[in-house]
């Protein structure tokens, strides 16, 4: 099979975890093509007002920011095959969660990795969800897996 | 016109919102059917267990009643006409962005209700909204206008 | 058949052609159910104000507004048989055609209604539209045809 | 991310606003596909009987060149991941407005684009846009943004 | 189950096939709600004309009737449960086989009714439908079956 | 909330776990539609050829009947807001595997009913699932906890 | 713009329309992929009992190679940007209009290609047709103009 | 054509069939790209526990693997052109069965392949399937006419 499968990876911007993922798929030697969102923190906050003007009011600020980027994962969420849901220990992510009810609701499958103490918090989301995974190596596992049938060493 | 509006009322379940904006509804006399998640913490946290069999392990525990409750609001969000989602003061309500990522996936408008506070961590979310409110009053304000015409006094 | 035919009135809120078409329906006693937007003209624009605050920045002014009149236009728009979309002399009425194009890809029929001279102007409109009436009448006339089979006297 | 984006440019076709993103684009060596609809002005609208044969009404002359230009427009914006909606000084352009009312309700993501004079009477339109931009320059730096997170200069 | 069943009866207007129909379900009694085109040949023809104004050339004069025509095919055979489609004797009906192709895309289940005869003809009509019957009275023992459990005397 | 939930109940036709449903459904008081398949064995098997003609072949008369059931059973189980599927100790049942992947499909919920000993072997169709069942009354106390809050006692 | 334009060929296969398209495509040069159903009229009839084994009732031998024909049309309509839809002197072709009302019904435009005989009887297909040409040549010219804007000489 | 046709083949994984239609393809030369499950039983079996960790009920153990395959197999059948599924003599193969409704509701036509002593039990999967075969060869046989009209020696 020479299909390419196109996995967003969504949430924390705070951790390697993207990076771990994509070292592990290039080592693995995947035929996968990572996408996600921009991941430079100020520039995802302020790119509306860089581009189209400041605003006084903090409010639509963020919220032409947030209208931009939203271009960018739209469409990327709705093309990939697989999404990847990270949440970490700190912030609230309550755009990760928004993700995966959009995945959800577009019938895109997730996998969501987070550490065992938000598990009860995020029954909802792991309950829509195809695995929940704990570190990005299980990710590539089952990256690997899915794609090629190779089980862990 | 006779249109019967549903409104979905999803997120926070520990203050009066939904009370709140039930009275409203039935002070104004609005054309409206309320639904929602079922809101007894307890039992919304049991009720997989106590009807499919015990599970020793927290996460399944989990799984079988977050499943179960999905049933519900999966069906009751996408026939409502608009939803309305609550982000409290505490706790992190993931269940409540992954709700408004549903509806936006399914072009179902949502207003989002919350104090300023939340404003920068939740502007991928109120990016997707149709209005954010800051109280209950406000949303109750807004179906009246969007159903009869009414203006707040 | 004991159908009730729902009919969005779109465009226009400057002439009577609303009330024309709600008294022709009316002594036809046609099971038909009018809806439309909002079309007290002030209150259109500033009912977002109103409910959730001022705003200092006209383009958020009326983006506020825009956006809480989309969520009553949005579902009855989906929720019509057909869409009747009214072209006037004055005013661009760009909302006018950004309802008959949200219509079209939702393979909702529409007809439109306007005067010759906006013909040419009107042309991309106009061949997606399932008819082209000149006056509130033919309108009438049209429903009466096509819900009772009923040919004009 | 090997990803070519589509753009579609569709509205005013009597300024070189389609050429200034065109240059933008090629300038920031962008992925990316401009399509849009047919742009002299005169085969736009003789198309229909050029082809197929004349009409010696006017509407049906337009008709056909309508429905014609149609099958390009439809196909093209359906699948463009961005579409630009360019509304200019003069004409009242309600195929521009057609398109975005068609985008939006596709989900395709738009773009307005257009002098603050016409803010107010394109409310609506701007209201289910993801951004409303001045200049086609603010077009090119929000692509180079969602595409490599390049922020302007 | 108290449903009520809507059965479109698409294409040959020239025999009693809808009355034999509607006698046969009336005398069953079955929860059936029959709808269907416009049967009055001349009016269905002439529609679009004593409406909107009369053409010169036929086809135009064709077309604005079929056009009217289809807003009320179109928005019923959408919300049909079962279609039933008549090739008569006579005539090419191809807006019979029309109706079959749109039911088809639709996922609407369709019933030919059709002499054999015109078996080989409608070889890819019948391969999609999910019955061929060749009378009216076995449509009627069809749907008492579907809706009952009636088996035929 | 005055909602009525239709639930489809697919599979087993040889015990009687509808009846204990519908039993347990009175009991309760639950504003629930039951909806399925025509459970008359022989009916179910026989009808295409007793309504449409007979089949020397027995591969073309179970055709029939079963393209004719399949006009049922479709229509009902895309208008279900719950399917529950039973896989009883005998028969392979593959349409109750069938109706699953159906309901799956089209993002109805499912609960599967169905011993111990199938567990292995419906790993799949109980991955899809929204909960794993083992006795009728389990299956009344999720819908009763489901529409009204009301835990098991 | 570098894309490719999939036309499909549907209808009659007893003129050689097919070639005149193909040859004017390829003599303008057209980034064109044309398609179609086999049009070998003794393999279409009989590729289901070849294949599959015989049948003694001429019903099911059509049924056998209508329904394995089927999974080439449907799937080549669907990917298919624009279908011409050919109706011959001779013949009934249900399946040419059958064609048309399920391209219709998905979106699909298509342009109708028959004498001006039949105008009357197709007027329901034409109605919902893109254009309706006479010749062959009138296809290329339309397919040359929709996609290089090349008007005719 | 120079399309690419994607098959998945579905169900047993204890005979050869998969094999006989790579061999058949590649002798013929098809322009076929073939998908399908992990067919490693064991890994099949496990691959949920290896990668995310280990359950002691055995349930969950299932449930874990089958939620990851399902991320394979949900995918791959969705943008799969044709599906085949295979119903081996031993085992339940609910599994194929239920990826027979998910192709069926997602209108992906499948060819159901198995001896027929399974006729009866399958009569629902048949009916709603586009050709029963009997032989890997007969599948090979199919899509070979499908894709270039050839016809079996």
């Known amino acids: 099979m020479s299909r390419i499968w196109t996995i967003y990876l969504s949430g924390e911007i705070h951790s390697d975890w993207r990076e771990r993922i994509a070292e592990g798929v290039k080592v693995t030697n995947l035929p996968v093509e990572l996408t996600g969102p921009n991941t430079v923190h100020a ?44 949440f970490g220990e700190k912030y609230k992510q309550w755009n990760a969660a928004f993700d995966a009810g959009f995945a959800a609701a577009m019938d895109t499958p997730y996998i969501t990795l987070h550490p065992t103490e938000h598990d009860h918090a995020l029954k909802e989301v792991n309950a829509a969800a195809s695995a929940t995974a704990r570190t990005p190596d299980q990710v590539v596992q089952a990256l690997a897996y899915l794609i090629n049938g190779t089980m862990p060493a």
């Open 43 to 86: 520039d995802s906050d302020d790119c509306g007002v860089a581009i189209f003007g400041a605003e006084p009011d903090k409010f639509w600020h963020d919220h032409k920011s947030a209208r931009l980027n939203a271009m960018r994962t739209g469409t990327l969420i709705q093309e990939a095959d697989i999404v990847v849901v990270r």
